[in-house]
């Protein structure tokens, strides 16, 4: 349920970051938000449900561990669509949408680990290992998108406004990316221990 929401609420950030209607870009935050909401209902569920189940062959610090850092993405990514409410983005470029769409396509192949994570230790096990080595991989090309866009940011013709807002969304994508890479760098640990 957690990496359905976090899928979808991706999703909805790359839709924030190339509307230009404001109306239309609060309604897609609202959505946004109603995704971060039921992540946290689902976090409670969870720990619930965590203390009364056997989870063979998962240790149970790995789990928990897990869920607080999909729960972590969850928020980064509501903070994304924050910023870009809050700083009235309507005009975007290319190297943010590119972040956005790394977040989203990373986004979808934690959906696809997590649904496939019960079989890790069978030959699912390769597949979830090499999902996690392409979020690895769009985590390392935000990284660079990052550096050269704080680079390039104060060679544009922008005024200072400009600049902050800019700065505190590529900011906020690049940790909202982060956060989705120690997802998979878990999961990897996780696979290591069991196979």
């Given amino acids: ?26 309604a897609l935050k609202k959505e946004v938000k109603t995704y971060e909401t039921a992540g946290d209902e689902v976090l409670q569920t969870f720990y619930t449900q965590l203390n009364s189940t056997v989870l063979t ?60 994570l019960q079989f890790i230790t069978t030959g699912k ?8 080595n392409e979020i690895k991989t769009m985590e390392h090309d935000c990284d660079e998108l990052y550096g050269k866009y704080i680079s390039e940011l104060f060679t544009k013709n922008y005024n ?14 690049e940790n909202t990316m982060n956060s989705v890479k120690y997802i998979s760098d878990k999961i990897r640990s996780i696979y290591a221990k069991l196979c």
């Fill in 57 to 116: 062959p998962f240790e149970r610090e790995d789990v928990h561990e897990l869920a607080e850092m999909m729960d972590n993405f969850l928020d980064r990514i509501d903070d994304c669509a924050n910023i870009i409410i809050t700083r009235r983005f309507l005009e975007t470029d290319d190297w943010l949408t590119t972040m956005s769409e790394n977040i989203m396509f990373s986004a979808e192949n934690l959906n696809v680990i997590i649904s496939d």
């Fill in 160 to 173: 200072l406004v400009e600049i902050i807002k800019r700065k505190d969304l590529v900011q906020v994508l």
């Fill in 1 to 26: 349920q957690q990496a359905e929401n976090i899928e979808k609420a991706a999703k909805l950030l790359r839709n924030m970051l190339v509307e230009t209607d404001l109306n239309r870009l609060d």
């Fill in 125 to 132: 096990g390769k597949e979830i290992a090499r999902l996690c």
